[in-house]
């Protein structure tokens, strides 16, 4: 693995396979009476968020911990970033403490990649604006396989609001260079504006999609895109794009639903969906801090500072 | 009075065509131009050999960011990195702080220009604090010596009152130059719209908001009779519409591209690295191989910099808050020599005589040669062969923003004479 994880692209399939396999072992630590290893005894890892996330937060403290990690949190609302301290100021303050990993979360597109070439420490993206979520992406594909065996050939339909989604940009690069055929679905103003060089086909039809896909994967919409003039209203959303229960019925047998969370039930997936078999909503958070445990231990385990 | 100055062994070049020649400056003019004149007594002695010498550059284009933000950039030191870079007059663009929009503005820029390495033509706003509602007193501003009003940094967002500003203008014998973008479709938008902002999750500005005002601000000069000077275009569809109506005539229409549209493309953006931010933003090669067709044929009149310091910490801030801007004064002539297919004396005409017109600066006594006696003496001699790196440490902007920093460039300026006076000896400033 490289020093960093800025993009899924870094990791290329080996890579991703990689992660995939230790996160293996990390399950079955998460499993035991004690789910702690001595992996990262003495290393540092500072999760620096400067946009609330609690679950993502949480889930990489709890990683750490199961580590061995020592952990320090870095929220912008109690920090000197509110008396003005700039950005590459801040990192380079935390970084001369002697940090391991810096574990990044900003609301600007870019900040893990120009935090990257500031410090000594490792840096891991988890979530920048619109541009990446890695292991976010790392834990949809371990909860897949985990469920299908295998991602190859499967056929993945991402749906929604790809163009402000760091969770599709990951996600469509994860499960094409694992093997699925990846099909984005939104209407056009929620697409980026160029699709070139994606390998994924673009559909506005989600019931013909749907019909052959073997995952579902919802992206979260917001009320704010009525205002920007990308959708005329959540509820003409909904009858186009959401997950309603007459559309999950057209979903084949052992189709999987998924959602990177929070949910806004009754907007792009309906409330019920959420609770039926083929959702997988649940076990993604719970591989979650599995695969993040595997994404420090190969940036940190085998290499002394 | 100074010392007379010799400039042995070089080739002259300006619009009249280019000869061997040595040039003799006594005090402010040129006071001979031939081969192998006689050195007078006295003279300072400037190498010229393998040089080419030309009328001093002139840019259309300056930041030099006084008032108002002198921890990015001085008149000073602004004045200082033109010269460096073989200019002998800047066009002070008006986005200061205050702006300027008053004959008091105009009159504070000019004193602090007359102290400077190179002279300061100072432009005026188009609309009062350039907030595009009022015209700002244009006859006034020309008064004090305004001949370039813009609102640079915004485009005038409404038709009538653009309209209005040329229909006045047209009185004054004065030029209106537009910085063209869309204001609604380029809300928000970081870099180019496209390939590039869609993989790096960046908000886009697409071409056609810069195409929609240059098509608007056509029209209108069609219908005012206006002259328009369109700055930094950066499109295919830009440099189409100015060809479409350069042929068709009945439009006093110029155009400037700036260096850092005929080189870089947008996947630079992939670093996150906010230096290569700058509005209007990087394009696709595809339109960068537009500007320099355009170039070359002629549609465009002028390179200019768009020279837009900004210290290290702003362009620290995320990408998408970090401001739009790169340096150029001081590499401009290189980048030009170096990366376009063009011959030496088009690449001056380009950043001398033909932007000098523009700017209304040319002329007897002005700038943009000829380099002949009785003339004044403002010079830029190039060495077109050197090599050098571009160490962004050592330039002589207050700031650091430069998108060729490591590059190696082949084309530098070895002396500059401003007033005849040697501002730049030997790629070093005097003063």
Not at chain 1, 214 to 224: C, F, G, H, K
Not at chain 1, 286 to 295: P, S, T
Not at chain 2, 65 to 87: H, Q
Not at chain 2, 270 to 283: E, G, I, W
Request: charged share 20%; aromatic share 4%.
């Amino acid at each position: 693995m490289n020093r960093h994880l800025l993009s899924v692209a870094d990791l290329g399939a080996e890579g991703i396979e990689e992660v995939l396999r230790v996160t293996d072992s990390f399950v079955e630590v998460s499993a035991r009476t004690i789910p702690k290893v001595p992996a990262l005894r003495g290393r540092t890892v500072v999760s620096l968020f400067y946009e609330d996330s609690t679950r993502t937060r949480l889930s990489f403290e709890t990683a750490a911990r199961r580590l061995s990690a020592d952990v320090m949190n870095f929220s912008v609302s109690s920090s000197s970033v509110s008396k003005g301290e700039g950005l590459r100021d801040t990192v380079e303050t935390i970084d001369a403490m002697g940090v391991d990993a810096l574990v990044v979360r900003h609301r600007a597109a870019g900040v893990p990649r120009q935090v990257a070439g500031w410090v000594g420490a490792s840096v891991v993206n988890a979530g920048d604006g619109a541009h990446e979520h890695p292991t976010q992406a790392l834990l949809d594909c371990y909860t897949v396989r985990q469920r299908r065996g295998s991602i190859e050939g499967l056929r993945v339909a991402v749906v929604g609001d790809v163009r402000h989604s760091r969770v599709a940009r990951s996600g469509v690069l994860a499960f094409a260079a694992l093997g699925a055929e990846v099909t984005v679905v939104a209407p056009p103003t929620l697409l980026p504006p160029s699709l070139a060089g994606w390998p994924a086909a673009v559909s506005h039809d989600l019931d013909a999609v749907l019909a052959k896909a073997d995952v579902a994967y919802l992206l979260r919409m917001q009320s704010e895109r009525t205002t920007e003039a990308l959708v005329p209203s959540l509820r003409e959303y909904t009858a186009g794009y959401g997950l309603t229960a007459r559309r999950a019925a057209l979903l084949p047998d052992g189709a999987l639903v998924m959602h990177p969370g929070p949910l806004n039930r009754g907007v792009e997936i309906a409330a019920e969906v959420a609770d039926l078999p083929g959702s997988v909503i649940t076990a993604q958070v719970a591989n979650g801090v599995a695969v993040r445990m595997a994404v420090l231990y190969l940036l940190l385990g085998s290499s002394p500072r | 009075m100074s010392a007379p100055v010799a400039v042995r062994g070089g080739t002259v070049v300006d619009a009249g065509g280019s000869r061997r020649a040595d040039v003799v400056v006594d005090g402010d003019r040129v006071a001979a131009v031939g081969p192998d004149l006689e050195v007078p007594a006295g003279a300072v002695v400037l190498d010229a050999g393998g040089c080419l010498v030309a009328p001093g550059l002139v840019d259309l284009h300056a930041h030099l960011r006084e008032p108002g933000a002198e921890e990015s950039e001085t008149v000073e030191t602004g004045s200082r990195a033109a010269a460096l870079g073989g200019y002998t007059a800047v066009v002070a663009m008006p986005n200061t702080d205050p702006p300027v929009d008053s004959a008091a503005v105009v009159r504070h820029v000019q004193r602090l220009g007359a102290a400077a390495l190179c002279q300061v033509a100072v432009a005026g706003a188009i609309t009062v604090g350039r907030a595009g509602r009022q015209l700002a007193p244009l006859a006034e501003l020309a008064g004090a010596g305004v001949r370039l009003f813009t609102d640079d940094g915004a485009g005038v967002q409404d038709a009538r009152l653009m309209r209005r500003a040329m229909e006045y203008a047209t009185a004054l014998g004065v030029t209106l130059a537009q910085h063209c973008e869309d204001g609604a479709l380029a809300a928000g938008a970081a870099m180019h719209e496209g390939e590039w902002s869609s993989r790096l999750g960046l908000p886009g500005m697409p071409a056609e908001a810069e195409e929609l005002m240059v098509a608007r601000d056509l029209a209108l000069a069609r219908l005012t009779g206006a002259r328009l000077h369109l700055l930094h275009l950066s499109t295919a569809g830009s440099v189409d519409l100015v060809a479409r109506a350069k042929a068709a005539g009945q439009v006093a229409v110029t155009a400037e591209v700036a260096p850092h549209h005929l080189v870089l493309t947008d996947a630079a953006v992939a670093s996150y690295d906010a230096v290569f931010k700058v509005n209007p933003p990087l394009r696709p090669a595809a339109d960068v191989a537009a500007l320099r067709a355009a170039l070359a044929a002629g549609v465009v009149d002028a390179v200019a910099t768009d020279h837009a310091p900004h210290p290290p910490e702003a362009k620290e801030l995320p990408f998408e808050q970090a401001p739009p801007g790169m340096l150029g004064l001081e590499t401009a002539l290189a980048v030009c020599l170096t990366e376009l297919d063009l011959p030496a004396e088009r690449v001056l005409a380009l950043l001398s005589w033909q932007p000098a017109a523009i700017a209304g600066l040319a002329g007897p006594g002005g700038h943009g040669g000829p380099v002949a006696p009785g003339g004044p003496a403002h010079l830029c001699v190039v060495d077109p062969a050197e090599a050098w790196v571009v160490d962004a440490r050592a330039l002589a902007s207050r700031s650091r923003n430069s998108p060729w920093a490591g590059r190696r460039l082949t084309g530098r300026v070895r002396h500059t004479l401003y007033r005849g006076e040697p501002v730049v000896v030997d790629g070093r400033a005097t003063r």
